[in-house]
């Protein structure tokens, strides 16, 4: 059965009202359409009969999707999203930690996440439209727009040293492609970027900041879903941005959190926006 696709500026109301886009994992066709031009995000059931072989069926999932890219400097292209935090000594990465995601973008065009096992408590994902951030920054706040569109200077993580890192070059958080609009956003290496170059970021800049946060986690913007045992969660990361909530688990390793994750372009995307060409390459040009 064909399911009218969500338009690209959505609003909780109106995609609660249409259904959230849930396909089964053979559906590519509409996955593909979905996540180009649609919702921009997909759920994903059937992806992994067994979670013995998740990993694999993942891969495979992934390959018939697009092309897998790297997520570290390790040149892994699947990775454990888990909490680490009594493993690592130093955190870059806020995927490792159980703490809570605000608003952001992830540095590749597309991101699976496959659920092998929920949180005891909370992990949910706040997934909001770039697109509907822009139009609500328009009508309300339009002096803000120019200050997103020219850009913010990004701090660059060297992995190899825990804590290092530099400074890049300004990157506009909103602007538009042959595709329409991309959006990269991540705060915290916005602010660092700042830091590293010894500079402050000026008073409008941070308001306007301060606004789109504003707007990307505005409750009757969003949408929030939990993912469960078996699911997964498909992101265009130039259309939507998404968010987790804080999440308490098990004390034993073997029931904690645990999903994987792959990044992915794909040649059914549209090219991005040059000044968003890194995205295509992320552990090159890494956000
Ligand atoms: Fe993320």
Redesign the pocket.
Known sequence: MSRDLAPKAWRRRGMESRGLPFYSADDLFRIKSELRDGAGFALVRGIAAESADAGACLLRFGQALGRLLPQNAAQETLVEIADFSDEDAFDDRG?RSPGE?HP?T?PPPL?ILLCLRPARVGGTNRLVSANTIRQEIENKRPEFLPVLEAGFAFFMPDEKTPGGGRSRDVIPILIDGPGGLSCIYYRPFIERAAAVNGTKLAGNSIAALDYFDRCASDPDLLITYTLDSGEALILNNYRVL?ARDEYEDWPEKGRRRHLLRLWLDADWLPDPPPAHAGRRNPMAAML
């Open positions: 995927y995601l952001h992830d991101i998404h």
